[in-house]
C-alpha cells in the first residue's frame, strides 16, 4: 500500500534529496583508474555524517537476509546489476563503469539515489549503454502524470529500451521512499497500460496535525 506523506514529511524528503545528491555527486568526482570501491564508500559515510545525517545502508537487514549489509555505498561494477559491497581489493581501472548507490537518513526519512559512472574513457558501445539508460529514466519520470498508474511508467521505459535490444532486469525495480528504506509503490522497468497501483495527484498529502 503507497503511504501518503504529510506536507511536512515531504518538505523533509526534499531536504534529505537535496543532501544525498550533494553526496552521491562528490563521491562521483572520486571515480578514476586506481580508486578502490572501499575508498569510496568511506568518502560517501564520511560526507553523509558531516552534513548531519545517516547512512541508510550501513547495517541494513532487508526482509530474508542472513547478514546486515556492511557498507553505506552500494557499488556494482560493469556487469553487476545492483547492490555490490564495496572491498578495498576493488580497484578500478580504465574502461569499467560502476553504478554508486546511496541513501541516507534526514530527520527520520529516508532518501535513495543511484549514478551508473564511467571510468576514465570508455568504449563506444559502453557510451550507447549510457546513454540510452538515462534516457529509459527520463521517459519513465515523464510518464508519471496526476492518476498514473505503475504500469504506465514501466511500459512506458519498456517501449523506449526493447528497439535498442537491451535486457530489462525484471526482479528488481524502482521503489518510493519515505518512512522505510523501500516503500511502495514498486516500480519495475516493465508494465502494462492502466495497470498497477494508481498515484494520486500533488496535493493529495495528509494534513499535518
Known sequence: MVIIKTKKEIEILREGGKHLATVLYKVKEKV???????????YAEKLI???G??????NYRPAGARTPFPATLCT????????GIPSAGKVLKEGDIISIDLGLKHKGLFTDMALTVSVGTVSNSTLKLLKVTEQAL????????????VGDIGHAIESFVRPHHYGIVEILSGHGVGRAIHEDPYIPNF??????EKLLPWPYYLQDI
Open 76 to 83: 556494482s561494477i560493469n556487469e553487476e546489476v545492483v547492490h
Open 191 to 196: 508494465g502494462q497500460k492502466e495497470k498497477g
Open 49 to 51: 555524517k558531516e552534513m
Open 32 to 42: 578514476m583508474p586506481g580508486v578502490s570501491t572501499k575508498d569510496l564508500d568511506k
Open 138 to 149: 527520463q521517459v519513465g519520470i515523464s510518464a508519471i502524470r496526476p492518476d498514473t498508474r
Open 53 to 58: 545525517d545517516v547512512p541508510a545502508f550501513l
